[in-house]
């Protein structure tokens, strides 16, 4: 008797060991919010430099976190950037190398559903998981934020536009609440929503997308806003989106959960200059362009007390989100598929380490435009039928120079022969040292042309490359 006393008292003990573990790892399972902008430049902050905007909140996050001084999307458009960033996989890898449009041959275009996300493995792990603001993945069955992991969507389809009967309305899940909203309303409604959401979970672990159409265009903030910086009407729309992540960081610290918290800010592609304005700082081009100023982009991550802080210079990618947030999770990353983002969360807690990146490549639609080995970047030749269509200027004489001192807010259109650049010493890719080092070259093209057998290129499929449901990619109709 004493003897079954004793082993149900064991199997008792064990039982509750094994409960109070799962609990204290559920308890130690951090919330995660990710902070996505929209069109903010490198140079758009004034932690990153900016004079004549100031954006305190911001800048607080940088300081009690970590500051990214070369942190890279992979897309310097809308879409690709964003559906990189959720699955961790390259746009022409995920399907998904073109900004998606309210135009016909789009209808079925969306985030594939195959895909897997960052939600699709959190949710998997039991976290509270919701999208707010700008989707932009397509929004037929199928393509929706509720069909990729998310279990509550909040906010548009898109971009906001008076031009569509539905790119205007707020969508909440799949069905649309609120029709013909203002487009001032959005980023106040967007926060309040958010911090709502953190008070309904803070008992479980939660993920939190909050996509601002900030500061993409119409460039319009909120009248309360307006002349309240030296950098425009821009300026002003800079400084409404840092006050609103002030109140969600605020919040979080009113809510007592600032210490078990990831924050991450980070934009989906450089500024559009030519257009609305805004700063890529001391980088060349911006939207639309595979140039630095295009894919390097202001990125704060800050952990209370778990993360180191500072600033620091590694190269990082917005696809290595994905396996370190699903690390940090206890989830399992996929391995039927490439996974292209790497595990950085050692970098993360340490501030210290190399990239995990050997080679990273800046497509612009299907086109492969350029690629980096370290510290070092290689342009390669195009011409302008080779640019998607927000890109694409037939009359662009090819770059024939060495100085790209002058070459604009739009990139490189058309170019001849391979440009180099040491990112190091020309973060900026003013002059062109190819000449000086051709074995870099050499290696580099080398490079090309293998990944365009892996991922694809104009008029080359890749091994691997999720082709769209369209033809004539690159074009808009």
Sequence with gaps: MKQIIGLALWAFFGLLVNRMDAQEKEINKPNIIILFADDLGYGDLSSYGAQDVNTPNIDQLANEGMRFTDFQVASSVCSPSRAALLTGRY??????????????????????????????????????TMAIGKWHLGFNEGHQPIDHGFQHFYGLQSNWHTSH?????????????????????????????????????????????LAYHSVHSPIQPSKEFIGTSKGS????YVQELDYHVGRLTQAL????????????????????ICHFGGSAGPLNGGKY??????????AIIKWKGKFATGVNDTFLSSMD???????????????????????ITSILKTGKGVSPHKF????????LQAIRKGL??????????????????????????????????????????????????DMGELTDISHNHPEIVEELLKEAERVRKELGDIEVIGTDQRVPPFENIQEKI
């Design 360 to 367: 990273v490549y800046y497509y612009n639609g299907i086109n």
């Design 321 to 343: 989100l994905l396996p370190t947030l699903a690390s940090l999770a206890g989830a399992e990353i996929p391995i039927d598929r490439v996974i292209d983002g790497k595990n």
């Design 289 to 298: 362009t595979t140039m630095e100023g295009g894919f390097r982009i202001p």
């Design 233 to 236: 009407l821009y300026g002003d």
């Design 376 to 425: 070092w970047k290689l342009h390669l030749p195009r011409t302008s039928d080779d640019q998607p269509f927000w890109s694409k200027n037939r009359n662009e004489k090819p770059f024939e120079g060495k100085n790209l001192k002058n070459i604009g807010c739009r990139g490189l259109i058309a170019l001849k022969h391979p440009l180099l650049f040491n990112l190091k010493l």
């Design 253 to 272: 610290a009113e809510k007592k959960l600032d210490e078990n918290t990831i924050v991450i800010f980070l934009s989906d592609n450089g500024p559009a």
């Design 165 to 209: 009967p539905d790119l205007d309305d707020v969508y909440s899940d799949n069905k649309v609440v609120k029709e013909n909203v203002a487009f001032e309303t959005l980023i106040g409604d967007y926060t309040n929503k958010a911090i709502e959401y953190m008070e309904e979970n803070k008992e479980n672990p939660f993920f939190l997308y």
């Design 91 to 128: 746009p022409m890898r995920n399907g998904f190398p073109v900004a998606q449009g309210k135009i016909d041959k789009h209808k079925d275009y969306g985030l594939h559903p195959d895909e897997i996300t960052i939600a699709d493995l959190l949710l998997k792990q039991d976290y509270a």
